[in-house]
């Protein structure tokens, strides 16, 4: 039996009205201003993960699998200490969907997220456990660090994405507030986590076998970012420069170090992709040791030695084994 006209009309004003409202809030969501209600809206297509700089990139990348924008602050190839921000950055960060930063790493943005007060931030530095700072009181001007009771993380060293470990804590940390803020997302993002932490621990056990059984320990970096990379692996790491690659060592800082080269044997040091590699050039020249490259994943470029983390930290592996004399 066909169904009657007056049912018919019924059924066709409710297409029309689910279709009206339906436009409404699109275009309600297209006109949303920036640093709007609420922890972002996740029916927003456009609105993007703003990350201050690379690993947090990488990682919220591998976690949203291409589901939402993201996009960085510190541009591919500049070295991401000391970042400066341009206002239309800062008008990024706060229409994100969530902004994910470490903080004491970028002052700049430490500055801008007080500053906008984003609806929507994400800490990672509590997760990342940075528990080694620079040495004050260390023999020579550069970088060596320990451990210390950092809950306040400025004088923290801040790469803990090369500690396989620290970034998997990180990670988790991302896709659990990622699945709370798009609970629609929740299942996929808290799938990708975990495949993504599966990745972090299996590179873990590789970097542990492969740098077992070294002839040397002592790691002669170009700053001193491989600090939390040392730690878990046994090594004694000694930056030429600071925790900052800005800070340049003075004279006697550089004899302390090829000083240190010499008495240890050290037949390597290693330089950096973003950093200007004089000083490590200078100590090798000094010391007869040879240069190699480590990279401390502050930015993928063509120049890098790997498309992403995973290719670019087995390739600093290889680099390791090969300095340090690894079996
Ligand atoms: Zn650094």
């Not at 919220?60 to 190839?77: D, N, S």
């Not at 004491?104 to 943005?109: K, L, R």
């Not at 040392?230 to 600071?242: D, E, K």
Request: charged share 15%; hydrophobic share 40%.
């Amino acid at each position: 039996m066909p169904p009657s006209p007056a049912r018919q009309l019924r059924s066709g004003l409710a297409v029309l009205l689910a279709a009206t409202a339906l436009v409404m809030a699109t275009a309600a969501c297209g006109t949303q201003p920036g640093g709007g209600s609420g922890s972002g809206s996740p029916s927003d297509p456009e609105q993007a993960v703003v990350t201050s700089f690379y690993p947090l990139q990488f990682a919220v990348e591998q976690i949203t699998g291409g589901a939402v924008p993201v996009t960085v602050l510190t541009k591919p190839g500049t070295e991401p200490h000391d970042l400066e921000l341009a206002p239309q950055d800062v008008a990024r960060m706060s229409k994100a969907r969530l902004v994910v930063y470490a903080d004491g790493f970028q002052p700049a943005v430490d500055e801008a997220i007080a500053e906008v007060q984003p609806t929507s931030v994400l800490d990672v530095a509590d997760a990342a456990d940075l528990s080694l700072t620079l040495a004050e009181e260390s023999g020579h001007d550069g970088g060596s660090t320990q451990e210390h009771d950092a809950h306040d993380h400025a004088g923290s060293d801040p790469h803990f994405w090369l500690d396989p470990q620290r970034y998997a804590a990180v990670a988790k940390v991302i896709g659990a507030r990622l699945g709370k803020d798009d609970p629609a997302r929740a299942a996929a993002y808290g799938r990708n986590t975990s495949a993504f932490v599966a990745k972090l621990t299996a590179l873990d056990g590789q970097l542990r076998s492969g740098l077992t059984s070294c002839r040397a320990r002592v790691l002669v970096t170009s700053h001193a970012a491989f600090g939390y990379l040392a730690q878990r692996y046994g090594l004694q790491q000694h930056g030429i420069t600071g925790i900052s690659p800005d800070a340049e060592p003075s004279g006697a800082g550089l004899k302390q170090i090829s000083d240190l080269v010499r008495s240890q044997g050290v037949t390597t040091i290693y330089q950096e992709t973003l950093v200007e590699p004089h000083f490590a050039q200078t100590v090798a020249g000094s010391t007869g040791a040879s240069v190699a490259t480590l990279d401390p994943l502050e930015g993928i470029t063509s120049a890098s030695a790997g498309g992403d983390y995973f290719e670019v930290m087995r390739s600093n592996l290889h680099a390791l084994q090969k300095g340090l004399g690894c079996s």
